[in-house]
């Protein structure tokens, strides 16, 4: 080793390629160059994580080398000051600090470049802290996930301030994660989940964060995987996740969420429209809402047609049966019970390791859902894609070129100047 250190990168790794090792780990800088021969790594993130596979013959065995860069050396390309502010944010986010989860958060959401860089710093240290956490915990899960669907005028609002409430008063630390609908003349949103939720958001052991669609279709948010990190990382054992709630494509966040839960309102027309191929296959539990009063008697109907309803569906796990069941956030009715069908379900799916398969195959889909996203924010702002937009979508408005023709022009224009 001594030996090969003077020497040029190429002859240090050709070196250690000839030693009897089956596997290789080296650490280099971003701006490493490799010399001629000896193919770069490509970024794979904007953490600045490289990984390249070279599959080299050596003494008639295939050995697989992989050059990456840690954390330690992207958080190098930071200012003091930027260091000192992710420092700041992620100490008094694993304190548990509720003004530095809203800003890490806030930090997260932002679509500013730099701010989006330092966010993913952020998102790695507390990743790590958060599987070192889980390491000591025996491998399990330290939060329930829980993502909550339904119509408008379901009552989910209604249901999580007392269910929230429940949940505090028997030790639970919660978050709530509400995602709000933008407007699509101004972009804004009401954000008014708050004032629908006046006890629970006064309570220190509940954290409501409401955030804008900002036009992300599914009824999530482009960031709630982040916010749900970071909630997680401050120390809530219990996340929920309010979707926009506006039709039968609001599942998204069910690739996000240990737990689905659809909630209905009785009497609301089509009793049967869910059982569409739709967002009602995705529920893991089906909970028909304000059953008290004069509604008792529709409610009881409808939870009996969801429950034969729900036997002609494909089975999606081999230890759950989705359950439907009646409950009212005005008397509460049935909520406590349906807190027990919660933990029965993330019991069985843990002894199972369902639910660890599940967590691991969402991590997959985060990933993917970040490419399609910056592929696509690369693609539009490629300079001769950006110069051809306005052109092409003029010619598609006056009609004298097909939208499927303009996209196709776009993307050949894309790969010819790549």
Do not use: W
């Given at each position: 080793?001594?030996?090969?250190?003077?020497?040029?990168?190429?002859?240090?790794?050709?070196?250690?390629?000839?030693?009897?090792?089956?596997?290789?780990?080296?650490?280099?800088?971003?701006?490493?160059?490799?010399?001629?021969?000896?193919?770069?790594?490509?970024?794979?993130?904007?953490?600045?994580?490289h990984c390249t596979k070279w599959m080299l013959l050596s003494d008639g065995l295939k050995r697989k080398l992989c050059v990456q860069t840690t954390l330690k050396d992207h958080t190098e390309g930071l200012s003091d000051k930027e260091q000192r502010f992710v420092d700041k944010l992620y100490t008094g986010l694993i304190q548990g600090q509720r003004a530095c989860l809203a800003e890490a958060i806030t930090l997260v959401e932002s679509t500013h470049?730099?701010?989006?860089?330092?966010?993913?710093?952020?998102?790695?240290?507390?990743?790590?802290?958060?599987r070192e956490q889980e390491q000591s915990n025996k491998g399990k899960p330290l939060a329930f996930r829980v993502g909550l669907s339904g119509p408008p005028g379901a009552g989910k609002s209604t249901f999580i301030e007392y269910f929230g409430k429940m949940l505090t008063e028997r030790g639970h630390k919660l978050s709530v994660l509400a995602v709000d609908p933008s407007s699509c003349t101004s972009g804004?949103?009401?954000?008014?989940?708050?004032?629908?939720?006046?006890?629970?958001?006064?309570?220190?052991n509940a954290y409501i964060r409401p955030s804008p669609t900002r036009g992300t279709l599914g009824g999530v948010t482009r960031t709630t995987n982040e916010a749900i990190l970071l909630c997680e990382g401050a120390g809530y054992d219990i996340i929920l996740i309010e979707t926009v709630g506006v039709g039968q494509s609001e599942f998204a966040v069910a690739d996000m969420v240990d737990m689905f839960v659809l909630l209905l309102p009785p009497a609301g027309g089509d009793e049967l429209q869910g059982i569409k191929r739709g967002?009602?296959?995705?529920?893991?539990?089906?909970?028909?809402?304000?059953?008290?009063?004069?509604?008792?008697?529709p409610a009881r109907r409808i939870q009996a047609e969801y429950v034969s309803a729900l036997k002609l569906l494909r089975k999606r796990s081999q230890v759950w049966k989705p359950k439907v069941i009646r409950i009212s956030a005005r008397s509460g009715e049935g909520i406590s019970e349906m807190w027990d069908k919660m933990k029965d379900f993330q019991d069985l799916m843990l002894a199972s390791g369902e639910l660890t398969a599940k967590r691991r195959k969402q991590q997959k889909v985060w990933m993917w859902n970040l490419i399609q996203e910056s592929v696509l924010e690369h693609f539009r702002t490629h300079p001769t894609v950006r110069e051809q937009i306005p052109l092409l979508e003029q010619k598609v408005l006056i009609g004298a070129l097909s939208p499927g023709l303009a996209a196709d022009f776009l993307l050949k224009a894309f790969k010819s100047r790549d």
């Open positions: 080793m001594p030996m090969l250190l003077p020497h040029p990168h190429q002859h240090f790794l050709k070196g250690l390629l000839r030693a009897p090792f089956r596997c290789y780990h080296f650490i280099f800088h971003s701006s490493t160059h490799l010399g001629s021969g000896i193919p770069c790594a490509q970024p794979f993130n904007s953490l600045g994580l470049s730099r701010k989006k860089e330092l966010a993913q710093v952020l998102l790695q240290k507390v990743l790590l802290y958060h804004g949103s009401l954000l008014g989940d708050k004032t629908r939720m006046t006890e629970l958001s006064r309570d220190m967002i009602i296959e995705m529920a893991d539990l089906v909970a028909v809402t304000k059953s008290d009063g004069d509604l008792i008697v």
